[in-house]
């Protein structure tokens, strides 16, 4: 019944709709993924691949022909049921020692992929149990990993008629459900999705809605029972604080993981997606850009729907951004570790759907961009003193930036993913090192006592991080008082530095940088485009 199940669950994202459109048309836009992307997709769905080829129409049908894409061809996410460790996607590193809980190096790597990068995805899947099972082949269906963190189910009803009477701001609430008001027409394995609950939370599980699933005594193939049907496949997401960039990056990793946990037909990746938030608030966000990378709709929320009963043709419940143990937010990344593919398919894929390019270098300078606060708290006192100090060594070519709610975010990408040497005070800002190119170098300027948040971010991305290392050379303004007790907090103040051990640290920084392969590589290829072009215009 298992192996049925898996069957009829196949594209639970790919309603009839677009299965008969995809298997008819000649256009293959639900595609769009990096270059770098495309030998693992087309390995997972064979089919479209010889499709592609045979089609003139097919834009990638050069690149799958090419023989940098035949050498890949071998290539896996890391997921699937046969992928083997040489060729998976991502390539971690654990240089540090290990220590704690594992006993040799390749325990320490091992235990690293599952908590942080595409293991964390297989165990999901592997962890995925039905809930409710179907009886016949358009039935109800729903299953869900360990804990409820991800769910996806077929021809599911939600009732929203009681919220009509809710006029309180709904965010973060576990009673937007009662009994009944989520189900399907399936057999209900109460007691398998109750043992599941233990992590119930607003940001941590599915289970505060899922609690309440029961049966429905028709089938809702056969309607009468849904005031609106979604026809598109669509994503239910609890999000955490939509004006910060580090919280709310913490939900599109998550949604972006949930794709792949997801991806069982060549539509996985479509924008012609529905995302409802869970809450009643409506979206708004300095980084809402983000969303076109997952749907071309706009977003829907609890009030779109309230005094109505829904029913989803095709429903995912992605992963959540506070899970326990979970990705980004509350990973437990072992000692040692970093480089997680993961979180650089992440950075890939986003930076590919917004268009935001790479530039080819025309000389060796590196590019440094620091981030200028324009807040009451983690200003930096004598940031011209800083900037004067480092302006001084020509092989340097500085931007200070000012990133704000009113700056376009895709603008915010363009200069991120060309900067070689990202500095700023410890906030929400730095989370742009999850954009910045791999030989890059992060220096928190200061960690204001909390060392490790973006040290362990940008261990998961693979970029060198720094920090401040003399006490003695740097100076608050006074000690911090937080606003809510008036205890002492070194995020409430402001700092001054020495421009002298800034410098230095700086020059570290671009060591790495200029030592680093992937930027020695990146300077050969704009070297090659440049001389190409020059030599085109001599013609």
């Given at each position: 019944?298992?192996?049925?199940?898996?069957?009829?669950?196949?594209?639970?994202?790919?309603?009839?709709?677009?299965?008969?459109?995809?298997?008819?048309?000649?256009?293959?836009?639900?595609?769009?993924?990096?270059?770098?992307?495309?030998?693992?997709?087309?390995?997972?769905?064979?089919?479209?691949?010889?499709?592609?080829?045979?089609?003139?129409?097919?834009?990638y049908r050069k690149v799958l022909a090419s023989d940098a894409y035949k050498a890949k061809k071998n290539m896996c996410w890391g997921y699937e049921d046969v992928c083997e460790e040489k060729n998976r996607f991502s390539k971690p590193q654990c240089p540090g020692d290990f220590r704690g809980y594992v006993k040799t190096k390749e325990a320490q790597l091992e235990t690293f992929y599952a908590q942080a990068d595409f293991g964390?995805?297989?165990?999901?899947?592997?962890?995925?149990?039905?809930?409710?099972?179907?009886?016949?082949?358009?039935?109800?269906?729903?299953?869900?990993?360990?804990?409820?963190?991800?769910?996806?189910?077929?021809?599911?009803?939600?009732?929203?008629?009681?919220?009509?009477?809710?006029?309180e701001p709904l965010r973060y609430k576990m009673d937007v459900l009662s009994h009944g008001q989520i189900g399907g027409h399936c057999k209900l394995h109460r007691k398998r999705l109750e043992d599941e609950l233990e992590h119930i939370s607003p940001l941590q599980s599915w289970g505060p809605e899922l609690r309440f699933f029961d049966t429905v005594d028709q089938p809702l193939s056969q309607g009468g029972k849904c005031d609106v049907t979604i026809e598109r496949p669509a994503f239910l997401m609890k999000i955490d604080a939509t004006i910060n960039m580090y919280h709310h990056f913490c939900d599109f990793i998550n949604l972006y993981g949930s794709l792949h946990a997801n991806l069982s037909d060549p539509t996985?990746?479509?924008?012609?997606?529905?995302?409802?938030?869970?809450?009643?608030?409506?979206?708004?966000?300095?980084?809402?850009?983000?969303?076109?990378?997952?749907?071309?709709?706009p977003i829907a929320d609890l009030k779109t729907y309230a005094g109505k009963v829904v029913c989803f043709k095709n429903l995912v419940l992605p992963l959540l951004p506070r899970m326990i143990f979970g990705l980004y937010y509350n990973t437990p990344i072992i000692s040692g570790c970093e480089?997680?593919?993961?979180?650089?398919?992440?950075?890939?894929?986003?930076?590919?759907?917004?268009?935001?390019?790479?530039?080819?270098?025309?000389?060796?300078?590196?590019?440094?961009?620091?981030?200028?606060?324009?807040?009451?708290?983690?200003?930096?006192?004598?940031?011209?003193?800083?900037?004067e100090e480092i302006s001084e060594n020509d092989h340097y070519r500085i931007n200070r930036a000012s990133f704000t709610y009113k700056t376009d975010f895709r603008e915010q990408l363009k200069i991120t993913r060309n900067t070689d040497i990202f500095i700023g005070m410890h906030g929400a800002g730095l989370t742009h090192l999850l954009f910045l190119p791999k030989w890059a170098v992060l220096f928190e300027l200061y960690h204001c006592e909390d060392p490790n948040c973006y040290k362990d971010l940008a261990?998961?991305?693979?970029?060198?991080?720094?920090?401040?290392?003399?006490?003695?050379?740097?100076?608050?303004?006074?000690?911090?008082?937080?606003?809510?007790?008036?205890?002492?907090?070194?995020?409430?103040?402001?700092?001054?530095?020495?421009?002298?051990e800034f410098a230095r640290l700086v020059a570290t920084g671009a060591e790495h940088v200029w030592n680093h392969q992937d930027y020695q590589q990146h300077l050969e290829r704009s070297r090659r485009k440049w001389k190409k072009s020059s030599t085109n215009d001599e013609l």
């Open positions: 019944m298992i192996a049925i199940f898996k069957l009829l669950l196949v594209s639970i994202v790919l309603g009839d709709r677009e299965r008969s459109a995809v298997a008819g048309r000649n256009d293959y836009e639900f595609i769009n993924l990096p270059k770098s992307h495309l030998p693992l997709y087309f390995r997972r769905f064979p089919q479209l691949e010889r499709r592609c080829l045979d089609d003139e129409a097919c834009e964390f995805i297989r165990d999901q899947i592997r962890e995925t149990r039905i809930m409710c099972e179907p009886r016949f082949p358009h039935d109800s269906a729903l299953e869900c990993s360990k804990y409820l963190r991800f769910c996806r189910g077929r021809n599911i009803m939600v009732n929203f008629t009681d919220l009509i009477h809710r006029p996985g990746f479509t924008t012609d997606v529905e995302i409802l938030v869970w809450e009643s608030f409506t979206y708004d966000s300095p980084f809402a850009e983000t969303m076109k990378v997952f749907t071309k709709h480089n997680s593919g993961f979180f650089q398919a992440f950075s890939e894929h986003v930076l590919h759907r917004l268009k935001v390019p790479l530039k080819s270098r025309t000389d060796r300078k590196l590019q440094i961009t620091f981030l200028s606060r324009q807040t009451k708290f983690r200003r930096v006192l004598n940031e011209n003193e800083l900037l261990r998961l991305k693979g970029v060198r991080y720094l920090s401040w290392e003399r006490e003695d050379l740097v100076y608050p303004e006074d000690e911090g008082h937080h606003p809510a007790d008036g205890g002492r907090h070194a995020k409430f103040t402001n700092y001054a530095f020495d421009a002298k």
